[in-house]
């Protein structure tokens, strides 16, 4: 039997120190590095108690005494900090039986479990379980914080839409408004000459009549004349009330006639500053969406051309509207020969606010292109040409 070898072997590997102590509690036999475990001089041990070496024994002597006397089997201290960074386990164990005595042993065995690495391992996961759980109560805390943040922030984005659409809607009616204003001066002038007729007329009626009052083809062809400019000026109110009556629903409109109850509108204040309009392509051509909204869209864009000729007056002042299908889509073409637009705020022409006359807004442009791209799906873009600028409008032709 190799019990030597293996006793060696146990003890070259094992993971305990030991003491053996008396029943007076002095120190009589220890391994190699119990002292040192216990960060005390082992040259003095045969001087020192138990106690003395081991001071977290203190005020158990009663207990051990037990075990000296068999009431008690074994006592343990777990986790016991001996030395930076150093912890034991403290095991009491009965040791060798008394010669004469049967109810008492003769000594006790004091064994050291160094647990170092293992209350590291635990002092780890403990720390990395604590950090964890702080970490997981951080997310929660940013999660939660992130919550109202989000919940803060749709408030704040659903008033700022709210906001939005209260300015768009002033936005519209003071553009609603300036064109009303328009209108009215534009309707002034196609009365004019139609009243100016009617009165010419009725004039010569009346004084033919005291000439001769029985000149009844003259009445009649004068009389006709004068109901033909009442008709024109009929029109032009049917048109006016038309172009600011509202629609809820879009529906399908022909765009050459749409085109036709703007020109009869401004026709005549255009010719007035010399400027021609012409409207040419396919008049059959219809769209679908809202036709007053795309008859304010086409006014304001041939306002903005005359404004452009009373800035750079020119000969043969002209302005022209195509009308044509591209795809699904029919295309109107607005173009001048006014100069074109500076080439510095072409990329931004419908932003809100910018404007290129010295007393614009900016809400003409702007409001032209949202009622055309959000309200009806289509699409308003601005260019310059070889003479002047190009306003391209894109409707859909089917619902």
Not at 103 to 128: G, S
Not at 296 to 306: D, F, G, I, M, P
Not at 309 to 330: G, H, L, V, W, Y
Not at 350 to 367: A, R
Request: glycine share 6%.
């Amino acid at each position: 039997m190799h019990i030597q070898e293996i006793l060696n072997a146990i003890n070259a590997n094992h993971i305990y120190e030991y003491m053996v102590i008396d029943d007076t509690l002095k120190i009589i036999e220890y391994s190699d590095k119990a002292f040192k475990l216990c960060d005390v001089d082992a040259v003095e041990c045969d001087n020192l108690n138990l106690t003395e070496t081991v001071p977290e024994l203190y005020g158990l002597e009663e207990e051990i005494e037990k075990i000296f006397k068999k009431e008690r089997g074994t006592l343990e201290l777990p986790y016991i900090v001996k030395g930076p960074g150093q912890y034991v386990d403290i095991h009491i164990h009965p040791g060798r039986c008394g010669g004469g005595e049967q109810n008492r042993y003769e000594t006790v065995i004091i064994l050291f479990e160094n647990i170092t690495a293992q209350a590291k391992m635990q002092q780890n996961l403990v720390q990395e379980r604590n950090e964890k759980a702080l970490l997981l109560r951080e997310i929660s805390g940013k999660n939660s914080q992130l919550k109202r943040f989000n919940e803060e922030m749709q408030t704040l984005v659903e008033e700022e839409i709210r906001k939005n659409r209260e300015k768009q809607q002033i936005l519209e009616i003071q553009s609603r408004h300036a064109q009303m204003g328009e209108m009215i001066g534009m309707i002034t002038h196609q009365w004019k000459q139609p009243l100016s007729v009617i009165s010419l007329i009725a004039n010569l009626l009346k004084s033919r009549l005291e000439v001769d009052p029985l000149e009844k083809e003259l009445f009649d062809k004068k009389l006709d004349d004068i109901l033909m400019q009442v008709r024109h000026m009929d029109q032009t109110v049917l048109d006016f009330q038309n172009f600011f009556n509202p629609l809820k629903e879009k529906v399908f409109f022909t765009l050459f006639e749409s085109i036709q109850s703007v020109a009869r509108l401004i026709e005549n204040a255009y010719r007035h500053k010399n400027i021609s309009l012409k409207i040419k392509g396919d008049k059959t051509l219809s769209a679908y969406g809202y036709p007053n909204e795309f008859n304010q869209v086409l006014l304001s864009l041939l306002k903005n051309a005359k404004d452009a000729f009373m800035e750079n007056p020119r000969d043969k002042m002209r302005i022209s509207i195509t009308i044509a299908q591209e795809n699904d889509f029919a295309c109107i073409r607005i173009e001048d020969n006014a100069g074109g637009i500076d080439e510095e705020v072409l990329d931004t022409i419908f932003d809100l606010y910018v404007t290129t006359k010295k007393e614009g807004s900016g809400l003409g442009l702007n409001l032209a292109k949202s009622m055309i791209e959000k309200n009806m799906q289509g699409k308003l873009e601005a260019e310059n040409t070889e003479n002047g600028a190009r306003f391209s409008i894109w409707l859909p032709i089917f619902s």
